[in-house]
């Protein structure tokens, strides 16, 4: 099913996006030819999942090579013409092309697609800007790579939810062979000859139950000089049997914990500011970013981060008493796996998620009061809205909730509003 379903995506709207590229012709033919081939390589790659189990580290850097190659030949192809007049379709391309990145992403690949397709929009956008008045046909184009992407993650989040399936067969070669016929009959049970029992092997063990109180009468009593908390000397002898201790378990990683001794990175990778593993940096700053880009923080501690700057959006991972303070947001803000943290709105920002999260404070701005917010298996959560004065009102948000039956509308939930 994993095969077929993205043989159907290159089938369909691999093949949509490749005829109107080809109408257009020019650069966004060629390019186009370069994006086939990446996604004939990530198709012989996924074909490889299905024969194997998963490779190691290194292997899998070799086994990716072809489709990585042909992704940095798509982003070269745009760096090499950038006077072409179809520069904003190039670009387009280039930077959503990264969403093939998603065999090697875990545990959640769907939405790093729809991240990419979000980069690439920023260009598609100018292209119907510019030519939907000239040629219809490039906005029939740009509709097809939008759901082409659209098409990839939809597919990832049905067969690979949580990362690329391997089958765990064998370590590559030749496909398994086709299962054939009915599986095996399972081992006869070995024979007892019931015939040679007589009825009283049978009811024995009855006979004794049946016994009632008297089933005690002939055990052993044990009297005060066999009893050992009365007679310390008995416990010199061989220790009596003890069923193994349950071990104890592995405590479960605490949200924003793990490696820290890893070197602190601040830089700018293509359209994505990464910042990782900082730990008591309380004056990072994102400086002149663009509309496209998105900040990322991974296991930082103790640290703020400024943005200074309209930008795609701000995701805060597996991070422990960290704040971030921005100016505009084009998508959201997202928190996962983090602890004690705090996220300062000066402009706009339309969504803000928090996911397995303890401890939220979210300071909103008068411009930002429509925003939604989207939580889930998250705790002491506080909304604080601007009163007007230079103070702020405190909302928590509801943990807690209580659902119950009704016939004609079947399950209605409501917050549990807390008492204490």
Known sequence: MSVNGYQDIVQGPLQAYLELSKQIGGDVAAHAALVNSAFQAQLRYIQLATQRSKPSQNEEVSLLAPTSDQISSIQQFREKNRTSPYFNHLSAISESIPALGWVAVSPTPAPYVKEMNDAGQFYTNRVLKEWKEKDKRHAEWCRAWVQLLAELQAYVKQNHTTGLVWSGRGSGGAPPPPPGGMPPPPPALPEVDFSNMTVDDRSALFAEINQGEAITSSLKKVTSDMQTHKNPQLRQGPAPFKAAGKAPGKPLPAPGAGVMDKPPVFMRDGKKWLIEY?????????????????????RCRDSAVT??????????????????????????????????????????????????????????????????????????????????????????????????????????TTPVESKG
Do not use: R, W
């Open 278 to 298: 900082q730990k008591g940096a309380s004056n990072l700053v994102v400086e002149n970013p663009d509309m496209n880009n998105v900040v990322y923080m991974f």
């Open 307 to 412: 943005v200074k700057g309209k930008v795609n959006g701000v995701v805060l991972d597996s991070c422990t008493k960290c704040a971030v303070v921005f100016d505009n947001l084009v998508s959201g803000v997202e928190f996962v796996n983090c602890q004690s943290v705090q996220m300062q709105v000066l402009g706009k920002v339309p969504t803000i998620s928090i996911d397995k999260t303890d401890g939220c404070q979210v300071y909103l701005s008068p411009e930002s009061l429509d925003v939604e917010i989207v939580s889930s298996k998250s705790s002491e959560m506080n909304v604080l809205i601007p009163k007007g004065n230079g103070d702020y009102s405190e909302h928590p948000i509801p943990e807690q909730f209580k659902t119950v039956l009704s016939k004609p509308a079947g399950l209605v």
